[in-house]
């Protein structure tokens, strides 16, 4: 079945470092893929979002590319500010179409 | 407008005990999903609703976990018997309707705590 792998964390960044966080899929044909965060005391919220291979989904200067070559879909940021101390999430839609499926999430701790 | 509303915040319970978890979707939202969060597993799938009907309640993890929602709207989760490791965050979610072949987003509410002594 489906499935999502993440890189683990803690990621411990400066403020103004260059973010990149893994992530990784298995899937049956081209899921849509999703970047969930979910900051401290809330709920998740979605961040980003690609619907077909090459799809660039990009939010508060967050990016990420829908790669079916190498089926990644890392995230990356060009400079981060401690406002984005969060756990994210990557996820994809699972096989019957009725849920997402979820990587472990990693945390990110950006200090100034 | 209002997003995902779930109730209560916190439950404490005994072992042993019943709990009922509320979810009041987003108004015009006919997909509706609950999930569970905690530490050893992460984010898990528990059950899908469509409208009242649920096709896929393949995550609920024993027959003690059970949901209905009823008018297309409001969900109920209901944990029988609670046992410790049931002790987690209850997520609900919902999301538009969905047309073949589109994706879709899901919403989702601040969660329940629940906590089993």
């Known amino acids: 079945g489906n499935s999502v792998t993440q890189m683990e964390g803690p990621v411990t960044l400066s403020e103004e470092a260059f973010l990149t966080i893994n992530c990784t899929y298995t899937a049956t044909g081209y899921p849509s893929l999703f970047w969930y965060v979910q900051y401290p005391g809330e709920g998740l919220q979605l961040l980003l979002k690609?619907?077909?291979?090459?799809d660039k989904g990009s939010n508060k200067g967050f990016e990420a590319t829908y790669r079916k070559e190498t089926t990644s879909f890392h995230l990356e940021k060009g400079s981060v500010q401690v406002s984005d101390s969060a756990v994210y999430f990557c996820a994809l839609v699972n096989q019957a179409g009725t849920a997402l499926i979820f990587g472990k999430g990693t945390t990110l701790s950006v200090s100034s | 407008g209002a997003g995902v509303s779930q109730s209560p915040s916190n439950k404490v319970t005994e072992k042993g005990k019943d709990v009922e978890l509320r979810c009041d979707p987003i108004s015009g939202h006919t997909a509706l999903y609950w999930y569970r969060q905690s530490l050893g597993q992460g984010l898990e799938f528990l059950i899908y609703?469509?409208?009242?009907?649920?096709?896929?309640k393949s995550g609920l993890p024993s027959d003690r976990f059970s949901a209905e929602r009823t008018g297309g709207s409001v969900s109920t989760l209901t944990i029988q018997r609670t046992q410790q490791e049931d002790s987690a965050v209850y997520l609900c979610?919902?999301?538009?309707?969905?047309?073949?072949?589109?994706?879709?987003?899901?919403?989702f509410g601040p969660g329940t705590r629940l906590t089993v002594t």
């Open positions: 979610a919902s999301s538009p309707r969905r047309t073949s072949g589109r994706s879709y987003e899901q919403y």
């Open positions: 690609a619907t077909k291979a090459d």
């Open positions: 609703f469509q409208g009242n009907s649920a096709p896929d």
